[in-house]
């Protein structure tokens, strides 16, 4: 591949790149609650009718199905197509950032905002890829949309609404995990561990308030018990890497039996939290830390505890290697639950593979090593992407190897050298799949 091809035209939209994202930065794009022609709130549909105004002033052919799902297409065939598929919806800012959330703000070389890396980011930059194709009139063997979904970080109830009038790509790629090719995810298992407590001593907790997010690692509580009043600080962490964060659910857990604060059956449920849980994130703690070649370690995060009446709720997400099965692992965790506990499975999402062997991948090892001088040896993640549930894609970009725990974390941010070697990895990338 001869890299200097495209290097002219990537300079020279590099500054309407910049512009064109701070649009879509600009618009808080959480989810809501739905509105007419706006399923997932106004936000996100905002975010969405943007987006599909800037690719028709780039010049594509455009269309938004269900008011849920927008493309830019280049080619004329509306069936067969390579798809490029990414979200604008974002997770919540949360606090203390030192820049402005919803912008896109350069500062000493680094772009800072809400969804420069998850995902608006990297679905832009693929955007401005394809715009540079179209710009050169590079030779189209293939159609190629840029597909914008709008709830990805809230279960992708946005695809069914696409694929009920559109036929799924023939292959594809999302650009919202990790680099290199992601062939694999692993299956997940949202629970809830249910126990009741029936000797009233709850009544010694009078206020407990969480910042649960079952995205994130909760890294601040409020708690009042025995009349006095505590404040629990962790480390926040997206919640598939949960041993870069400090969980405030088990330092709770912790405190409190350390401390001696709690008594009777709160006090033994506690501490079958805090033995089973605490700071033990690959599920040795339950006896489940299962670990296969191709993953690697199981993951599990407690994301939420909740004291409903007389019952303690536990959420808690497992990511799992992707050569188990999820019938052993449950059979497993429930002889690890204390006897007075329930098990809940409240979501699953079995694991996904991919043909390591299918051009596609191969176009994508082969453009990564060259543009980067890194290997490009296929990979698995602990992430969930829209490959769950679009046919036909993996995950390719953005992170690279080393960057974990930045998405969902205040200042969210994204280098300008990175951002740039996206657009670029993905333009050279389109070249490829479309030869």
């Not at 203390?96 to 896109?104: G, H, S, T």
């Not at 709690?262 to 489940?288: A, M, P, R, T, Y």
């Not at 009446?309 to 992707?322: A, D, M, W």
């Amino acid at each position: 591949m001869d890299i200097s091809l495209f290097k002219e035209k990537l300079a020279e939209i590099e500054t309407d790149f910049y512009k064109g994202l701070k649009r879509i930065m600009k618009i808080n794009s959480v989810k809501s609650t739905p509105e007419k022609n706006a399923p997932f709130g106004l936000g996100p549909k905002l975010a969405l009718d943007e987006a599909i105004l800037l690719s028709k002033e780039l010049g594509f052919k455009t269309k938004i199905i269900n008011n849920a799902v927008g493309y830019a297409q280049f080619g004329d065939d509306d069936n067969n197509y390579i798809g490029v598929v990414g979200h604008l919806d974002v997770v919540t800012e949360g606090d203390d950032w030192d820049y402005p959330p919803f912008d896109l703000t350069l500062d000493n070389g680094i772009f800072y905002g809400r969804g420069v890396l998850d995902n608006k980011g990297p679905i832009i930059a693929n955007l401005y890829a394809l715009y540079v194709l179209k710009e050169i009139n590079y030779p189209l063997t293939k159609t190629i949309r840029i597909i914008f979904g709008t709830d990805e970080e809230s279960g992708s109830a946005d695809i069914p609404l696409y694929l009920e009038k559109e036929n799924p790509p023939l292959f594809g790629y999302t650009p919202d995990c990790k680099y290199p090719a992601v062939y694999g995810e692993r299956g997940m298992i949202r629970l809830e561990i249910e126990t009741p407590i029936t000797d009233n001593s709850l009544d010694t907790l009078t206020y407990f308030k969480g910042n649960f997010d079952r995205s994130a690692i909760p890294d601040r509580l409020e708690v009042t018990i025995n009349q006095k009043n505590y404040l629990i600080e962790g480390q926040r962490a997206p919640s598939n890497a949960p041993d870069l964060g400090e969980n405030v659910i088990t330092l709770f857990a912790n405190k409190m039996v350390s401390k001696n604060l709690v008594s009777g059956e709160f006090k033994s449920f506690l501490i079958w939290l805090n033995n089973s849980l605490h700071n033990q994130h690959d599920g040795s703690g339950l006896k489940i830390n299962y670990h296969d070649q191709e993953s690697g370690d199981l993951s599990l995060t407690p994301f939420e505890l909740t004291f409903e009446k007389n019952n303690i709720k536990l959420g808690l997400s497992i990511r799992y290697p992707v050569t188990m099965r999820k019938e052993d692992l449950l059979n497993k965790l429930q002889k690890s639950l204390l006897k007075s506990s329930t098990l809940h499975v409240k979501k699953e999402l079995p694991a996904t593979f991919f043909d390591k062997n299918h051009p596609m991948i191969v176009s994508m090892t082969k453009v990564y090593e060259e543009l980067t001088g890194l290997d490009g040896t296929p990979v698995t993640t602990t992430g969930a992407t829209y490959a769950r549930t679009m046919p036909n894609i993996i995950a390719f970009g953005p992170s690279f190897p080393g960057q974990k725990g930045i998405a969902h974390n205040k200042n969210e941010y994204m280098t300008q050298k990175d951002l740039l070697k996206n657009l670029e990895i993905y333009t050279y990338l389109l070249a490829e799949l479309i030869k």
